[in-house]
C-alpha cells in the first residue's frame, strides 16, 4: 500500500507504517494543489491535517485512494461526501488531542484574565508596571460552555476545579451527563445572558457556523469574556470585532480562524485588537497530541489493510 503524508505529522507516530513492510509511505510536504494532483493517483492512502484541501477535486485525480486519514479531531478540510460517492473512507483521531486542545482553551482564558501577554512584552521591554496588569479571578464566575463533548466536557472539569459555576447548551447531551460533569443544561439564550466567561467547543459544520451572532452579544453581560479554541466561524468574527469596540465585550481569547492564514480585513482587525489574545491554531500542537493522533491514523490505515 502507498501513502502519501502531505503535511507535518509527528515521525514517532509513524513509526507503525514505517515498520510494517506492507507499507510504502512517502511524506511529500509543500506541494502545490496542481504538484498534488499530479501524483495523488499513485497512492492508496493520503494523512492530512488540516493544511490540504481534501476537496472533490482532488479527489476526482486519486483513481486509486482508498483512504484519507486526518490525523486530528475534525475533517472540515476533506470534501466527505465526495469522498464517500468515490468509496473512500475518511477517518480521523477523535481522542488524541482532546486533553491538548482543552488545556490551551484553559491557557489562553487565564493568560487573558492575567494579562499575561501584555505584562510578559511590558517587562521584557524594561519596564516595571503593576497597575496596569490588574486582572480578573475564575472564582465564583459563570462559564457558558456550548458544546459538551470530549474537549467541553474536560474543560467543564477543569473550570470547576476552579471553582466555577458550569453553565452547559448541548442540544445532543442528557441532563444526567451535564450533572455528571458538575455542570447545568440549559437553553442557549439563559447561557448567554448568564456567563461571565462564554468558550465554545463544537465542531463546524452548517449547524453551528455563526451560532454566536451579533444578537447574542447584545443579550450578553457587560464586560464577558469570549473563548474560542474549537474552530474559526462558529462565533461570528464580524460581530465579535463590534463587541470588542464597543466595549460589550471585556476581553476574547481566539485560537482559531474562519481563514487560516488569515487575509480578511475583519479577522485581521480582530487579531490586531488590544484586548484579544491570540494564537495560530494551537490547540492540538503539543508533542504529546501530535503523536497521539499520527498513531491513531496509522491503525486506522494498518485496520484497512
Given at each position: 500500500?502507498?501513502?502519501?503524508?502531505?503535511?507535518?505529522?509527528?515521525?514517532?507516530?509513524?513509526?507503525?507504517?514505517?515498520?510494517?513492510?506492507r507499507?510504502?509511505?512517502?511524506?511529500?510536504?509543500?506541494?502545490s494543489?496542481?504538484?498534488?494532483?499530479?501524483?495523488?493517483?499513485?497512492?492508496?492512502?493520503?494523512?492530512?491535517?488540516?493544511?490540504?484541501?481534501?476537496?472533490?477535486?482532488?479527489?476526482?485525480?486519486?483513481?486509486?485512494?482508498?483512504?484519507?486519514?486526518?490525523?486530528?479531531?475534525?475533517?472540515?478540510?476533506?470534501?466527505?461526501?465526495?469522498?464517500?460517492?468515490?468509496?473512500?473512507?475518511?477517518?480521523?483521531?477523535?481522542?488524541?488531542?482532546?486533553?491538548?486542545?482543552?488545556?490551551?482553551?484553559?491557557?489562553?482564558?487565564?493568560?487573558?484574565?492575567?494579562?499575561?501577554?501584555?505584562?510578559?512584552?511590558?517587562?521584557?521591554?524594561?519596564?516595571?508596571?503593576?497597575?496596569?496588569?490588574?486582572?480578573?479571578?475564575?472564582?465564583?464566575k459563570?462559564?457558558?460552555?456550548?458544546g459538551?463533548?470530549?474537549?467541553?466536557?474536560?474543560?467543564?472539569?477543569?473550570?470547576?476545579?476552579?471553582?466555577?459555576?458550569?453553565?452547559?447548551?448541548?442540544?445532543?447531551?442528557?441532563?444526567?451527563?451535564?450533572?455528571?460533569?458538575?455542570?447545568?443544561?440549559?437553553?442557549?439564550?439563559?447561557?448567554?445572558?448568564?456567563?461571565?466567561?462564554?468558550?465554545?467547543?463544537?465542531?463546524?459544520?452548517?449547524?453551528?457556523?455563526?451560532?454566536?451572532?451579533?444578537?447574542?452579544?447584545?443579550?450578553?453581560?457587560?464586560?464577558v469574556?469570549?473563548?474560542?479554541c474549537?474552530?474559526?466561524?462558529?462565533?461570528?468574527?464580524?460581530?465579535?470585532?463590534?463587541?470588542?469596540?464597543?466595549?460589550?465585550?471585556?476581553?476574547?481569547?481566539f485560537?482559531?480562524?474562519?481563514?487560516?492564514?488569515?487575509?480578511?480585513?475583519?479577522?485581521?482587525?480582530?487579531?490586531?485588537?488590544?484586548?484579544?489574545?491570540?494564537?495560530?491554531?494551537?490547540?492540538?500542537?503539543?508533542?504529546?497530541?501530535?503523536?497521539?493522533?499520527?498513531?491513531?491514523?496509522?491503525?486506522?490505515?494498518?485496520?484497512?489493510?
Amino acid at each position: 500500500m502507498k501513502v502519501i503524508v502531505t503535511d507535518e505529522i509527528s515521525e514517532k507516530g509513524l513509526e507503525l507504517l514505517h515498520n510494517d513492510q506492507r507499507v510504502e509511505l512517502d511524506v511529500r510536504l509543500g506541494l502545490s494543489k496542481a504538484e498534488l494532483y499530479e501524483v495523488i493517483g499513485g497512492y492508496d492512502a493520503i494523512i492530512t491535517r488540516s493544511g490540504t484541501q481534501v476537496d472533490a477535486e482532488l479527489l476526482s485525480h486519486a483513481k486509486q485512494l482508498k483512504m484519507v486519514a486526518r490525523a486530528g479531531v475534525g475533517i472540515d478540510n476533506v470534501d466527505v461526501q465526495a469522498a464517500s460517492e468515490r468509496g473512500i473512507i475518511v477517518v480521523n483521531a477523535p481522542f488524541g488531542n482532546t486533553n491538548s486542545a482543552a488545556e490551551h482553551t484553559m491557557a489562553i482564558l487565564l493568560s487573558l484574565c492575567r494579562n499575561v501577554p501584555e505584562a510578559n512584552a511590558s517587562l521584557k521591554g524594561g519596564k516595571w508596571l503593576r497597575a496596569p496588569f490588574t486582572g480578573y479571578e475564575l472564582k465564583n464566575k459563570t462559564l457558558g460552555l456550548i458544546g459538551l463533548g470530549k474537549v467541553g466536557g474536560r474543560v467543564a472539569l477543569r473550570a470547576r476545579s476552579f471553582e466555577m459555576d458550569v453553565l452547559v447548551y448541548d442540544p445532543y447531551i442528557s441532563e444526567k451527563r451535564a450533572a455528571d460533569f458538575g455542570t447545568r443544561l440549559v437553553e442557549l439564550d439563559e447561557l448567554v445572558r448568564s456567563a461571565d466567561v462564554l468558550t465554545v467547543h463544537t465542531p463546524l459544520n452548517e449547524e453551528t457556523r455563526d451560532m454566536v451572532t451579533a444578537t447574542h452579544f447584545a443579550a450578553m453581560k457587560q464586560g464577558v469574556l469570549i473563548v474560542n479554541c474549537a474552530r474559526g466561524g462558529i462565533i461570528n468574527e464580524a460581530a465579535m470585532l463590534a463587541a470588542l469596540e464597543s466595549g460589550k465585550v471585556a476581553g476574547a481569547a481566539f485560537d482559531v480562524w474562519s481563514e487560516e492564514p488569515p487575509q480578511d480585513e475583519t479577522i485581521k482587525q480582530l487579531i490586531a485588537h488590544p484586548h484579544m489574545v491570540v494564537t495560530p491554531h494551537l490547540g492540538a500542537n503539543t508533542f504529546e497530541a501530535q503523536t497521539n493522533v499520527a498513531i491513531d491514523v496509522s491503525r486506522e490505515i494498518l485496520n484497512l489493510l
